[in-house]
């Protein structure tokens, strides 16, 4: 059998984070990680000479979830271009929205590309 030893803290005065071990009478603050934002991968789209534009602003309406506005801007970038940002998301987001968009084109026998990179 192993002994149990029992640490008993109290609160400190000095602060809401500060508690003391009552044993050894050290003060103890309690650990906080210091959170980080993920890092972000941009859906980058890419043109070709094959790909209707009423598709490409249909694939940023339906993914993107862009109004027509903004999805002819980008599908104008796109065709001017040659490559355009359709949006900035986590990696997993980003990866996921590249992969759909991709398979719908393929699906729809078009040849158009999205791929990921990382922002910044």
């Given amino acids: 059998m192993f002994a149990s030893s029992q640490i008993?803290?109290?609160f400190n005065q000095?602060?809401?984070?500060?508690?003391e071990d009552e044993a050894s009478g050290l003060a103890v603050q309690e650990a906080k990680p210091k959170l980080q934002?993920?890092?972000?991968?941009?859906?980058?789209?890419?043109?070709d000479d094959?790909?209707?534009?009423?598709?490409?602003?249909?694939?940023?309406?339906?993914?993107f979830n862009l109004n027509r506005e903004l999805s002819t801007k980008i599908m104008l970038a796109v065709h001017t271009e040659g490559r355009a940002v359709c949006g900035v998301f986590t990696r997993d987001i980003a990866e996921t929205k590249a992969e759909q968009v991709n398979q719908y084109a393929r699906e729809s026998?078009?040849?158009l590309l999205c791929e990921i990179e990382k922002d910044g």
């Fill in 8 to 10: 008993r803290l109290t």
């Fill in 14 to 19: 000095d602060g809401p984070d500060k508690w």
């Fill in 37 to 47: 934002a993920p890092p972000l991968y941009k859906v980058v789209m890419y043109n």
């Fill in 50 to 63: 094959y790909t209707p534009m009423d598709f490409v602003v249909e694939v940023l309406e339906v993914f």
């Fill in 109 to 111: 026998h078009h040849p």
